[in-house]
């Protein structure tokens, strides 16, 4: 009994974060603007006009979007997405491909597919925008808010009250680390080494995001990826020890992502940084959410992970869209936790709407 009570409250709780979303539909927005760097779980088509092999500007992906297909990689909405809808933005934030004129103000999404912390990362795929790369397109975008807005001093303090939301790092072990044959850092790290050479080019790259005016960053963890269908069947052919060996490897890099948010809240004391925890997110019974498939996706994949083929009817009831992204259903499911925490250990120090606050 105790266990259906739980339950039912968990249900309640996120019947009233949607009442919430569609409430600030209708109300300003709660920052001024919104900027998100990140890879393909962001990416909402950055990648359409680059020579690579990741990109989703094709159908199916974006079925069940408002606008239909436009880069994004998946059937619907990204967490970025939801979580400028719970902002109270009634447009979603343009990429940085598309972005023009006093379209920044409300902010630019510079996420790019295949995009890691390190320069090399995914380039088996293609063309990618690494995170080097977006941080020299954000301070592109600085340029023109300075001459939007009058003076350098006037962007500043404009981009000092948005929300900056920087999720990167798969990439640099699904398309790095984990391919051995196409890059040599699994045989020059080991996953201890490895994570704390992403957390020290990371830190670096967050300290120059914050020189360029950032005052309020998120940074999401890792999510377990060896979970993730691709891993399953791509990386480890089944094998399920290797499945375990995948999500333990990325589990330093999240724990030295919490000490970089501690060193960076002592540091600059002028910020606020926080951490999101994907892997706790995503841990739990899924079926409680509705879900009823989380070993394959909705749409058969080539073996690069991407769609290839007609998706399923029910998509809610899928926890992934192809064998690497989430499907909207689950992208709500984290953009709101990682909004509104549900659980203590959804966020450190503090989730999303206290950051803001």
């Not at 539909?25 to 950055?46: E, M, R, T, Y």
């Not at 159908?59 to 994004?72: E, Q, S, V, W």
């Not at 029910?314 to 689950?330: G, M």
Request: proline content about 5%; glycine content about 8%.
């Amino acid at each position: 009994m105790a266990d259906k009570i739980k339950v039912w409250c968990f249900l309640l709780f996120l019947l009233r974060l949607v009442s919430n979303l569609q409430n600030c539909a209708h109300a300003a927005p709660q920052v001024p603007c919104f900027f998100i760097f990140g890879d393909s779980l962001a990416d909402s088509g950055n990648n359409n006009n680059l020579v690579t092999a990741a990109k989703a500007n094709y159908r199916p992906y974006g079925i069940d979007f408002p606008n239909g297909t436009t880069g994004r990689f998946t059937n619907g909405r990204t967490v970025v997405d939801i979580i400028g809808e719970l902002l109270g933005f009634n447009q979603f934030i343009p990429p940085f491909a598309t972005a023009r004129g006093r379209d920044i103000l409300v902010g630019v999404n510079y996420a790019s597919g295949a995009a890691g912390i390190r320069e090399e990362s995914g380039r088996q795929l293609g063309d990618r925008i690494s995170l080097n790369e977006q941080l020299q397109n954000h301070a592109a975008t600085l340029s023109r808010l300075t001459q939007l807005l009058g003076t350098k001093q006037a962007a500043e303090n404009y981009l000092n009250k948005c929300l900056y939301y920087v999720s990167l790092g798969s990439n640099d072990y699904l398309n790095n680390y984990f391919m051995p044959s196409n890059y040599t850092t699994s045989r020059l790290y080991t996953p201890d080494q490895y994570a704390k050479v992403l957390i020290d080019q990371y830190s670096q790259q967050i300290k120059l995001l914050h020189h360029l005016g950032a005052r309020k960053i998120a940074l999401p963890g890792l999510r377990p990826i060896g979970s993730i269908p691709y891993s399953f069947s791509t990386l480890c052919r089944n094998n399920v020890s290797c499945v375990t060996n995948i999500n333990k490897a990325v589990l330093p890099f999240n724990a030295g992502l919490v000490s970089l948010v501690d060193q960076l809240n002592r540091e600059l004391n002028d910020a606020r940084f926080i951490y999101l925890n994907s892997t706790g997110m995503s841990s739990g019974d899924p079926s409680v959410l509705g879900f009823r498939v989380t070993n394959v996706g909705c749409c058969p994949a080539r073996s690069d992970g991407q769609c290839i083929q007609d998706p399923c009817q029910n998509r809610t009831e899928y926890a992934f869209w192809d064998a690497i992204h989430p499907t909207e259903a689950l992208n709500q499911f984290t953009a709101r936790r990682s909004y509104n925490a549900i659980l203590p250990s959804d966020a450190y120090p503090t989730d999303i709407s206290h950051l803001i606050s």
